[in-house]
């Protein structure tokens, strides 16, 4: 299926794990303690962009000062989100090609999620044993759409990029991945995956 590629790279959000209704959850409760207003096909439209990128176009669009400062809201919105993983993430389907491929093909995650948040929850998933590589936000100075993530997965991975198939849910992403010369693979088009995040 993907053998004409030296290596597999995924997405996490609404990709390779199913945690659309944990981030839900976590925004909802930071933009409610905050007074900023719930636009879901905004929130939707915004899957892949990191906490504090989401928070400063919510706060242009409304219009909006809010007296805390961009890293105490990101930091709990990250609060709720550890206190509450365990309930709500899951494989997706793709954990099917991910177990096809382990031990032939080196695999990596590219994450607008921060690299330890990650790890905890590919290890709550049973994902991490196929994984070799995760870079999360906090590793890249331009998160997606910018190519920086996956470029840095192919360079730990120790494979060229335009030998990389990367698996997303999101525009954004998508957009990433063809930017860094990779094949980009539509989840939702190719494997019915559907992150159900502010659906």
Sequence with gaps: ????????????????????????????????????????????????VPTKGTIEILLEKFNLKVEASLDEMNDFKEQVVHDNMHKYVKPTALIEVA??????????????????EANTILGL??????????????????????????????ELLGVDATQCVVFEDSKLGLQAAAS?????????????VENDYFL
Excluded at 133 to 144: L, R
């Design 1 to 48: 299926m993907y053998d004409q590629y030296a290596a597999l790279i995924f997405d996490m959000d609404g990709t390779l794990v199913d945690s659309g209704q944990l981030h839900e959850f976590a925004w909802t409760a930071m933009l409610n303690k905050y007074g900023i207003p719930i636009d879901r096909p905004l929130m939707r439209s915004l899957a892949g």
């Design 99 to 116: 177990q096809r491929y382990h031990g032939k093909k080196p695999m990596a995650i590219g994450t607008g999620a921060y690299t330890q």
């Design 125 to 154: 998933c049973g994902l991490d044993k196929y994984i070799q590589v995760v870079v999360g936000a906090d590793q890249v100075q331009n998160p997606k759409p910018a190519p920086d993530t996956f470029l840095r997965c192919a």
């Design 180 to 192: 860094a010369g990779m094949a980009g693979i539509d989840v939702l088009l190719v494997h019915a």
